[in-house]
């Protein structure tokens, strides 16, 4: 194998490595301790550090993320955003709205009725077809079920993967208060909610994996490891 010598601008993206580990590095766990940094043809330069979770997410992975990011999010046009529930993903979901004017579509919304009763499967399919069969969107929510639809529709994805405890405790927080992504106010934590909660690192995830897998090379696949990972590229995206 022939390695080139390092010049001047390795050297440049070097220093701009050390720099975001620098105030990102976390001692105590040992995290954020490998950085990587991306520089683009236009000459604008992306950097990542490493996150652990339970697939973890490497230095380079959130580099070139943060990449296609910000070079392809002004041409995202068919949008989805899937994560635990609890992960914030219709709170991410608006302020993609808000920042691409893409109408956002919520499926809990087409799911769920007001009086607490669910729709039919045909008639939840044909709606999300008509929506799928337009020209932009972005639309939150999993239901796995429909997800490979989705995927074949869509030209980005973004998913949510957060610690399942920080997941729960957003869920426990947003009891009896009023949502723009329900039909009604939840005023209780219902078991089979619940262990479809406690499931979903183990039931859904691996599956939502494999399903983004199949799609890598003909989707932008973004994927959010914290909170701060999603606010992060907002901002970026701002710029």
Not at 87 to 107: C, I, M, N, Q, V
Not at 147 to 153: N, S
């Amino acid at each position: 194998m022939n390695l080139e010598p390092i010049n001047e601008s390795d050297k440049e993206l070097i220093e701009i490595v050390r720099n975001a580990i620098i105030p990102n590095y976390d001692g105590e766990n040992f995290n954020h301790t490998v950085g990587a940094a991306v520089r683009c043809r236009n000459g604008k330069v992306y950097t990542g550090v490493n996150v652990y979770s339970i697939h973890g997410a490497c230095a380079e992975q959130v580099a070139i993320g943060a990449a296609s990011f910000c070079l392809c999010g002004t041409a995202m046009k068919k949008v989805l955003v899937i994560g635990c529930p609890g992960a914030g993903k219709s709170t991410f979901a608006r302020k993609l709205r808000d920042l691409t004017g893409l109408p956002l579509y919520y499926l809990d919304m087409i799911w769920h009725k007001p009086d607490g009763t669910n729709v039919s499967r045909d008639f939840f399919d044909d709606s999300l077809k008509e929506i799928l069969n337009r020209d932009q969107w972005i639309i939150d929510g999993n239901y796995l079920r429909t997800l490979g639809m989705r995927l074949e529709a869509c030209d980005t994805v973004f998913l949510l993967d957060y610690p399942l405890e920080l997941c729960i405790k957003s869920i426990k927080g947003r009891m009896g208060k009023k949502r723009e992504d329900m039909p009604w106010i939840e005023d209780g934590y219902d078991e089979e909610f619940n262990q479809e909660v406690l499931d979903f690192p183990s039931e859904q995830l691996p599956k939502i994996y494999d399903m983004l897998n199949n799609y890598r090379n003909e989707k932008n696949v973004i994927i959010f490891s914290s909170r701060d990972e999603a606010s992060d590229y907002i901002r970026r995206y701002k710029k």
